[in-house]
């Protein structure tokens, strides 16, 4: 297991319900600019692997985009893995296609080739020596002209991030609210301070705020990191911070 997982574990204990309610509108725009970054992939070659898949958001756009392709959606933490769970159970077309595994992407036992890897909103979460693992394991199991999409969002160097509010969704009479601020935690890293609020018809029912240790770097010091392993990346939507990562001379 990771070196930091238990406390990334503690972090989604208390916040996993929130991520619930709260990931669904930063997907509006993701979800589409990822079916782009997919678009056109060779998926007889191997299944896509959906890293940290969450409660299945990115799921649903990766089969939405490749309506062909198995994938293994990897999700270690139990409680938003129940969310994607119940998503898929629940019968939208999806589970003959996906399978769900329970551990983090380090452990999981994957096939020995992979059409496709998708890393959203997750790649900070793991330690730059848990990173290289992944590009190793990505080098060799992706298959020929398979790609791997991930999103890099600021702060990529340890800086602050004054609070800012991220999003918002009613259910029902209650108003789920989240904002985050960011601070610098040693050379390459930053911690997230995420502030969660109910409000109940104006009364604030639930807030509390909850730090995650995050991994920073920029496009650059990934590109570079990637040469070693002879894979290669291409920003393709800087809007949304996504990146496509091929084996080295094969391009974008
Ligand atoms: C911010 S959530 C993003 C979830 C989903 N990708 C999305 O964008 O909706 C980060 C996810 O990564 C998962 N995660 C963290 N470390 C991981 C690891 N080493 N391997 C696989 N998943 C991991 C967490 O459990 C969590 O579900």
């Known amino acids: 297991m990771p070196d930091n997982s238990a406390s990334q574990q503690r972090f989604y204990d208390r ?39 969450g409660t299945g958001e990115g799921t649903v756009a990766i089969a939405q985009a490749l309506p062909a392709t198995e994938i293994l959606a990897v999700e270690p933490h139990p ?102 601020s ?6 390459d890293s930053v911690t997230w301070h995420m502030t969660y609020r109910i409000v109940d018809n104006g009364t604030v029912v639930n807030e509390f705020t909850a730090s995650d240790l995050w991994h920073v770097f920029t496009s650059e010091e990934l590109s570079e990191e990637l040469i070693e392993h002879d894979l290669h990346l291409t920003s393709v939507d800087a809007d949304h911070g996504l990146h496509v990562i091929t084996h080295a001379g094969e391009g974008a």
């Open 15 to 53: 916040t996993a319900e929130y991520v619930a309610v709260l990931i669904p509108s930063a997907w509006q725009g993701l979800g589409p600019a990822l079916g782009r970054a997919l678009d056109g992939l060779d998926t007889a070659l191997g299944p896509v692997v959906d890293v940290g898949a």
């Open 182 to 187: 960011a601070e610098p935690a040693g050379t």
């Open 79 to 180: 409680s938003l893995r129940t969310a994607l769970l119940a998503r898929l159970a629940s019968g939208n077309g999806l589970p003959g296609r996906v399978t769900v595994l329970g551990e983090d992407i380090l452990s999981a036992t994957l096939p020995e080739q992979i059409s496709g890897l998708v890393a959203m909103n997750v790649i900070g979460h793991l330690t730059p020596a848990e990173r290289n693992a992944l590009w190793t394991l990505l080098a060799e199991r992706l298959a020929p002209r398979g790609r791997a999409v991930l999103n890099i969002y600021p702060p990529t160097r340890p800086e602050s991030v004054p609070s800012t509010p991220m999003s918002e969704t009613t259910l029902g009479r209650r108003l789920y609210t989240a904002s985050a």
